[in-house]
């Protein structure tokens, strides 16, 4: 297979709900196992809404006191960077490609979003990427505002992302709002009135109806392939994934890992 970017094999995978720590396992086992010369696209969603905090990100007085209030919701701390979103109605995707391809992770990371715009201008969304900087793990939930390269639509951020590397691999995954509500993470101490930012925007609110599910992944994908090039074709874990994920999910699912930080 050919190391050069036209060249990956790209396999598309659709997934049904998952648990937080499902996903993310399942998401580490694809970049993990990665063979050379190919790419992994996932589309998936969550089951129960789970509140998803990036890897390095603090544990705020915030989010456990959310956490509290809203036990019917789960929470996992991500193998990738970023900060907290909430994953609920929304579709989320990852995409696992050799580290090197497009220039390394940097390149990657904006080939990536300008594949969501396509995929949003395909859907009728006059989306584009984000101009401004990184922000600290600190900062405050994902949603709070859009940084460098994000997703936006008139300035509101519509697709929160995140990436990792993992062995020879960049992980990219991330969530695109249907009908989902930031506001509980949104709304805290400090952030009410706030003019920084005017908050995300969602799908619901641009489109007259929101496209169903099949179409919002054919939509992606037409943008992921338009950008990124290559063979592509619809597959499955393999038996190394589906063994390696379920190792990682208890990984996934601990206290110690949730709360590290």
């Known amino acids: 297979m ?19 720590a499902a996903n993310m396992a399942r998401d580490h086992s694809i970049a993990a196992a990665l063979p050379p010369g190919t790419g992994t696209v996932r589309f998936y969603r969550w089951s129960p809404a789970t509140l998803s905090l990036g890897r390095n990100e603090p544990v705020t007085v915030e989010y456990r ?36 391809v497009f220039g390394g992770p940097r390149g990657a990371y904006r080939r990536v979003n300008e594949g969501l715009v396509e995929g949003l201008r ?12 990184a922000l600290p793990p600190d900062a405050g939930p994902c949603f709070l505002e859009p940084v460098g390269g994000e997703v936006v639509v008139g300035g509101r ?23 989902a509500d930031q506001s509980p993470l949104l709304d805290g101490p400090g952030r009410k009135n706030g003019g920084v930012s005017p908050g995300p925007v969602t799908l619901s609110q641009l489109l007259a109806e929101v496209p169903s599910w099949d179409r919002l992944v054919a939509a992606f994908r037409g ?7 290559g063979d592509w074709r619809p597959g499955t874990l393999t038996g190394s994934e589906e063994t390696l994920a379920t190792e990682l999910e208890t990984r996934y699912a601990s206290a110690d890992w949730t709360w590290r930080r």
């Open 2 to 20: 050919s190391s050069s970017p036209e060249g990956l094999d790209w396999r598309v995978l659709v997934d049904g709900p998952l648990s937080g």
């Open 65 to 100: 006191g959310f956490l509290r209030r809203r036990p019917e919701i789960g929470v996992v701390r991500r193998p990738t960077g970023g900060r907290a979103v909430i994953h609920d109605r929304e579709l989320t995707y990852s995409v696992a490609m050799p580290a090197r």
């Open 122 to 133: 395909g859907l009728g969304v006059d989306a584009r990427a984000a101009g401004g900087r």
């Open 157 to 179: 951020k519509l697709v929160g992302s995140a990436q990792a590397r993992i062995g020879g691999a960049v992980l990219q995954h991330g969530s695109v709002l249907l009908v």
């Open 223 to 229: 943008g992921f392939a338009l950008v990124l090039g």
